[in-house]
């Protein structure tokens, strides 16, 4: 199958190990003088972001170029483990008691 940039820039890319998606295709990578394609590089998320962040897919790890998406197979990082609650962590004593208020009485104002 043979596919131009320009078909290749408007398919979104979507990962085949969490479902998310990537975004749509930015660029290609290629060697010179030799002209082999190396692997494509996209936004990294979906939807807007500010950073400069983006991640470059091997072409090894483009499983298929559809007629709207590409699927890609990446490993995503680890996620943070989860507290199971609160009441984990060490015993945190409660918080000083606030000092009084230097507040007058009404009676003063008559």
């Given at each position: 199958m043979e596919t131009s940039f320009d078909e290749l820039k408007r398919k979104e890319t979507v990962n085949l190990t969490d479902g998310k998606k990537l975004g749509k295709v930015i660029d290609v990578v290629f060697t010179y003088p030799e002209g082999k394609v190396q692997g494509i590089v996209v936004p990294g998320c979906g939807g807007f972001h500010w950073g400069k962040s983006r991640l470059?897919?091997?072409?090894?790890?483009?499983?298929?170029?559809?007629?709207?998406?590409?699927?890609?197979?990446?490993k995503s990082a680890p996620k943070p483990t989860k507290k199971k609650n609160k009441w984990d962590d060490e015993y945190c004593p409660p918080p000083p008691p606030r000092p009084p208020h230097d507040r007058r009485d009404y009676g003063e104002y008559e």
């Open positions: 470059f897919i091997d072409l090894c790890n483009v499983k298929k170029i559809g007629v709207d998406v590409v699927l890609v197979e990446i």
